[in-house]
T-cell receptor, first 114, second 118 residues
Framework: RKEVEQDPGPFNVPEGATVAFNCTYS??????FFWYRQDCRKEPKLLMS???SGNEDGRFTAQLNRASQYISLLIRDSKLSDSATYLC???????????????FGRGTQLTVWP | DTAVSQTPKYLVTQMGNDKSIKCEQN?????MYWYKQDSKKFLKIMFS???????INETVPNRFSPKSPDKAHLNLHINSLELGDSAVYFC?????????????????FGQGTRLTVV
């Protein structure tokens, strides 16, 4: 079983739409959570961190449900420039260690059309 | 003023050759990584170094050998290249996250090296 599971999509939405991505993680000991964005043929870049009950950054809202081991990303008022792959990422430390590692989901592809 | 830079950006080589990819970060981070992204876009960690010390070594063929001359550099040498090694290799670095007291969070990635083995 993979550490992080995501719906790969693709999601195709018109400009202005609201779109939500979901992600589940398998290890309840996971300690921190992120959404990364990866444009075509580019490197992943941090979009937002999700540390507690969730947070908002402009049109982007991330939610974390530790009980259900579930993370979501909501994008409101989609822009053409939001077209990318969104990667759900969890940080998990090895047992008895502070040496964490990032586990990436396969990503959800979003295309926003005019 | 690139934060994480890796070279080369593209690498086309024949099976059986040996090649190296170099990575440098100017962020002052202590931890550096190599990730592999395959054709299905799955990003998987290969190695992690903290202050020049190897701390993560995933199940990777021993043809892959990382080297960290100092904490700002992490190179990847690959011997006897195979067709299945074709992928995009990303270098990344991160700092310690004191909020959760965990090393290696919020990774910053280089632009990737697209390796094609023919």
């Amino acid at each position: 079983r993979k550490e992080v599971e995501q719906d790969p999509g693709p999601f195709n939405v018109p400009e202005g739409a609201t779109v939500a991505f979901n992600c589940t993680y398998s290890n309840s000991a996971s300690q921190s959570f992120f959404w990364y964005r990866q444009d075509c043929r580019k490197e992943p870049k941090l979009l937002m961190s999700v540390y507690s009950s969730g947070n908002e950054d402009g049109r982007f809202t991330a939610q974390l449900n530790r009980a259900s081991q579930y993370i979501s990303l909501l994008i409101r008022d989609s822009k053409l420039s939001d077209s990318a792959t969104y990667l759900c990422v969890v940080n998990l430390a090895d047992r008895g260690s502070t040496l964490g590692r990032l586990y990436f989901g396969r990503g959800t592809q979003l295309t926003v059309w005019p | 003023d690139t934060a994480v830079s890796q070279t080369p950006k593209y690498l086309v080589t024949q099976m059986g050759n040996d090649k190296s990819i170099k990575c440098e970060q100017n962020l002052g981070h202590d931890t550096m990584y190599w990730y592999k992204q395959d054709s299905k876009k799955f990003l998987k960690i290969m190695f992690s170094y903290n202050n020049k010390e190897l701390i993560i070594n995933e199940t990777v063929p021993n043809r892959f050998s990382p080297k960290s001359p100092d904490k700002a550099h992490l190179n990847l040498h690959i011997n006897s290249l195979e067709l299945g090694d074709s992928a995009v290799y990303f270098c990344a670095s991160s700092r310690r996250d004191y909020r959760v007291d965990i090393l290696g969070t919020e990774a910053f990635f280089g632009q990737g090296t697209r390796l094609t083995v023919v």
